[in-house]
């Protein structure tokens, strides 16, 4: 399967006096008006998608649908491992749709990062970090181990609001 992963768009300050639940926290206006256009730019990468999962916290919901609004994705279901879960927790989630040809989700540092670092060396212990509204192209196989994972691409907000 084809495994887009994408880290939510710029979202307001963590800050428990403003938000007493993190998962609370939404877009800011930037956020929207930026992660719009990557989305647009993105559609252009992944014109379609079988199957978006997105955290339920509102900064990931609100990016996922900015997806399904300007890049035309089916409408994204809540994938509640997608908060915080580990990488295993996370692969354990997606093996349900493993049949699916294409696959986006929608998530949070630093699990995301953390994910696609076990899927593509987790013996070697590489290490990354999306930044806000970033995207990755992994190609997963559909086996157990995972073990002939690829980074096809991993794109930074900037370049794919510059393929809108």
């Not at 399967?1 to 609370?24: K, Q, S, T």
């Not at 998608?49 to 900015?66: C, E, F, G």
């Amino acid at each position: 399967m084809r495994l887009i992963v994408v880290r939510h768009a710029i979202a307001g300050v963590r800050d428990p006096r403003i938000w007493l639940n993190d998962g609370e926290r939404p877009l800011t206006k930037k956020g929207r008006i930026r992660f719009a256009r990557a989305a647009e730019g993105l559609a252009r990468l992944v014109p379609e998608v079988d199957l978006m999962l997105s955290s339920p916290y509102v900064r990931a919901w609100d990016t996922a649908m900015l997806l399904k609004e300007h890049g035309g994705w089916p409408a994204p279901q809540i994938c509640d491992e997608l908060k915080d879960g580990s990488p295993e927790v996370v692969l354990q989630a997606l093996q349900p749709y493993r049949s699916l040809d294409s696959v986006a989700m929608v998530g949070h540092e630093p699990y995301l990062s953390r994910f696609i670092s076990q899927v593509l060396s987790p013996a070697a212990g590489v290490t990354m970090e999306l930044k806000k509204g970033a995207a990755a192209c992994i190609d997963l196989p559909q086996t157990e181990t995972h073990t002939d994972s690829r980074l096809l691409w991993l794109l930074q907000p900037r370049a794919l609001r510059g393929l809108a």
